[in-house]
């Protein structure tokens, strides 16, 4: 083998040497690096995507050509990412052009392969399909890494111009373009199903595997176990040594949690210090039995924190499935109700939720209250503004429902959930609509978002009402957003429901971003036309820490995300100046949160301060807005 830079026809060929040491082997080094880069972008033997093939089938058209291809290029194998022309998805190293191309600093070009010393005795070239042209412009990352290229293949010797160079550079850039939103869809998609702080899977990924679990069970005859873990008293531990450390414990909590449980179990962050356990292959309660005392055992060693020892004590919650509920709504409530029970007992052991226990959930004396919320003028909308980014001017208000009974606030957490598993949402929802949209028609806000539930969308005549209530109030449509989660946009009977919303000028937005698996699919499928940013990526942002850095990274991509869609961001959550502007920099349009105002009954006067100018938060689709 050559251990130095073979020179033909103006192409350079570089080897590497048999060296492992940098110093005496750079290019052996510089390839190590590159591929490296290669596998992180996660791009190798992944099925056809329409992006990259488009691309292709472009450059066919456009350079009058019978072969394209988007190559990467392996440690032994040329592989095609798309492929127009050629009768296979890949070859040796040792006979592709295009990894000489990518030693190159510009385009390779072979007019006439025949005529080259070095590809005259390829395969191809000898044989199907007799490559005579070759064209190669490399993929080249931000840091400078060549992981393959672009190029376009011939029959016939051809010259190619210095401004067909620059065209055949132009669709690697774009192919790199495609590559680096594909590697942060999946990054942005990792990110919505893991918590950011400890890696463990979040509660929209745990809901998925415990509704596989549950399935597989009813055919195995098997049992599920779902166990609510949450740290007693952990509140002092922030106040005593700061966040950034109370962070570090939630991750070491999270690793024990992990080497207590079996490789077939489950263990989630569900927020704060919440944990949630999915025990599977269960049988007996005695099995249930081994993993506490695993656990138990676990934590019996002190943690660590600022050269301190703590001690970090926990309440347990059970429940079972199918013996307790076979919602999994319902086994969540059992096992957060026999967790309030063990914390109420002093904590520290667990217990589990039975069926008896029912009435816990749904007290009668509450719903029969919230039956009569709405005649005794119990219920009350405070708004909560939305400002500018830039400017910091309030540019628009969401509605939020308070319940004020006469001995205080009902918490929307308790009383929300209620509404809707009694059906009760559907009037409030419509009273609600009435009052938000009456707060436009006085002019007391200029523009209004309201929350709204699948379980009105599914009422026959939504969208009837929504057009009456605008018609009556003679509110323009475009003054009205209406939020929705996820869960209610990807049901596919709403698709038509949202257009006929769409066509009545009424914006929609998807509340919550980033939480939900499919969030990507809603966004190109579905009439949304504002993104909401959910405050548990918000949250830690500001923190010098890790967690802090990558919730940071996390909306950053979220915005790239939602400017590809030409839709204006809005970021929840925001509590401290560090916050904004750091927000400010990844380029959040608009933001909500303590910093710029609480949520506040709205007086009967008008306010001209909190007007909407037209040109705010701008949709697609949409004239002014």
């Not at 000898?126 to 840091?143: K, S």
């Amino acid at each position: 083998m050559s251990h130095g830079p073979i020179k033909s026809g103006g192409v350079t060929l570089i080897n590497a040497t048999g060296s492992d040491d940098p110093a005496d082997n750079p290019v052996g080094y510089t390839e190590q690096l590159r591929l490296a880069a290669l596998r992180r972008y996660g791009i190798l033997d992944t099925p056809q995507e329409s992006q990259f093939d488009h691309l292709v089938e472009l450059a066919v058209r456009v350079f009058d050509s019978p072969m394209a291809q988007i190559s990467f290029v392996d440690e032994d194998r040329q592989w095609f990412k798309a492929n127009h022309g050629l009768p296979f998805s890949e070859a040796p190293r040792s006979e592709s052009f295009c990894s000489v191309a990518i030693v190159q600093d510009d385009v390779m070009v072979i007019p006439d392969t025949t005529q080259h010393e070095h590809f005259r005795s390829y395969p191809t070239v000898l044989g199907e399909p007799y490559i005579r042209f070759y064209a190669g412009a490399p993929l080249v990352t931000p840091e400078g890494q060549k992981l393959g290229t672009f190029c376009i293949l011939g029959t016939e010797p051809r010259e190619f111009s210095d401004q067909e160079q620059a065209l055949l550079a132009s669709f690697a850039d774009m192919t790199m373009a495609e590559l680096k939103l594909r590697q942060a869809l999946h990054d942005l998609s990792h990110l919505a199903m893991n918590d950011t702080l400890t890696g463990l899977p979040n509660r929209v990924q745990f809901r998925q595997q415990l509704t596989e679990a549950c399935r597989r069970a009813d055919i195995t005859g098997e049992k599920v176990v779902v166990g609510l873990l949450d740290l007693d008293r952990f509140k002092p531990i922030n106040e005593t040594f700061g966040h950034a450390e109370g962070d570090g414990l939630l991750a070491a909590v999270a690793r024990r949690l992990q080497e207590a449980t079996a490789t077939s179990d489950v263990v989630a962050r569900m927020g704060g210090d919440e944990f949630v356990l999915l025990l599977t292959d269960i049988r007996s309660v005695a099995d249930i039995a081994v993993v506490t005392q695993r656990l138990k055992d676990t934590f019996t060693q002190p943690f660590l924190v600022s050269n301190q020892e703590v001690f970090v004590h926990w309440s347990l919650g059970f429940s079972v499935y199918p013996d307790d509920a076979l919602e999994l709504d319902a086994l969540l409530s059992h096992a957060d109700a026999a967790m309030d029970r063990v914390k109420r007992a002093g904590g520290g052991h667990a217990a589990f939720q039975r069926q008896e226990d029912e009435q816990t959930d749904l007290p009668v004396e509450r719903l029969t209250a919230l039956h009569r919320a709405l005649e005794r003028h119990e219920l009350q909308l405070y708004f909560q503004p939305v400002v500018h980014a830039a400017t910091q001017a309030v540019v628009a208000h969401e509605a939020l429902l308070r319940w004020i009974r006469p001995a205080g606030i009902v918490s929307p957490l308790d009383f929300i959930l209620l509404a809707e598993t009694s059906g009760l949402i559907v009037p409030i929802g419509r009273w609600v609509l009435r009052q938000a949209v009456d707060a436009v028609k006085t002019r007391r806000v200029k523009r209004v978002s309201v929350n709204v539930s699948a379980l009105e969308i599914r009422q026959p005549d939504f969208v009837e009402h929504l057009r009456w209530v605008l018609a009556e109030s003679r509110v323009e449509p475009r003054r009205l957003l209406l939020e929705l989660t996820e869960s209610s946009l990807l049901e596919p009977r709403f698709a038509a429901v949202l257009h006929d919303v769409h066509t009545l000028g009424v914006r929609t937005a998807l509340d919550d971003f980033g939480t939900g698996y499919n969030s990507l699919v809603v966004l190109a499928s579905l009439p949304v036309q504002v993104v909401k940013i959910d405050r548990s990526f918000t949250a830690p942002i500001g923190k010098d820490t890790p967690a802090g850095k990558r919730a940071l990274e996390v909306v950053r991509g979220i915005v790239t995300l939602a400017n590809a869609f030409d839709l204006p961001s809005v970021a929840e959550g925001i509590e401290t100046p560090e916050q904004a502007q750091l927000l400010r920099t990844v380029g959040c349009a608009y933001f909500q949160g303590y910093l710029f105002g609480r949520p506040e009954p709205l007086s009967l006067s008008a306010d001209p301060s909190n007007h909407l100018p037209d040109r705010s938060l701008r949709v697609r689709g949409t004239a002014g807005g």
